[in-house]
């Protein structure tokens, strides 16, 4: 089993940038895939965007595309989530999650074989 803890959320104006991090304990990330989702106060929880168990594919949310960077470091068992250009509409709590042995993409729909952190607020102020 794999324990999962954010850090790295806060209070932003629009336009500037926020490092998400997702640290593991219990089990290396290197046989996992992980996946940030998030969720806005009254919506349904979310896809951001994943990297797949080998660490060489990502998948991102087509309005995340291009302004979002999802990246690992291996030796430190964690997993970023690096944000630039925040809009409002990025206002959430950001979750992490952990699937073994699964591509990026199977990553967008959640399942009970999902491990998750305990998520981080992102406030986006315009």
């Known amino acids: 089993q794999v324990q999962l803890a954010e850090s790295g959320g806060g209070l932003v104006q629009a336009g500037d940038s926020l490092r998400l991090s997702c640290a593991a304990s219990?089990?290396?990330?290197?046989?996992?895939?992980v996946g940030w989702f998030r969720q806005a106060p009254g919506k349904e929880r979310e896809f951001v965007a994943a990297?797949?168990?080998?660490?060489?594919?990502?998948y991102y949310e087509d309005s995340v595309k291009g302004r979002f960077t999802i990246s690992r470091d291996v030796a430190k068992n964690t997993v970023y989530l690096q944000m630039n250009s925040l809009k409002p509409e990025d206002t959430a709590v950001y979750y992490c999650a952990a699937r073994l042995w699964a591509t990026a993409q199977a990553m967008g729909v959640i399942t009970n074989r999902d491990y998750w952190g305990q998520g981080t607020q992102v406030t986006v102020s315009s």
């Open positions: 990297m797949n168990w080998r660490g060489d594919s990502t």
């Open positions: 219990g089990r290396t990330f290197s046989n996992y895939a």
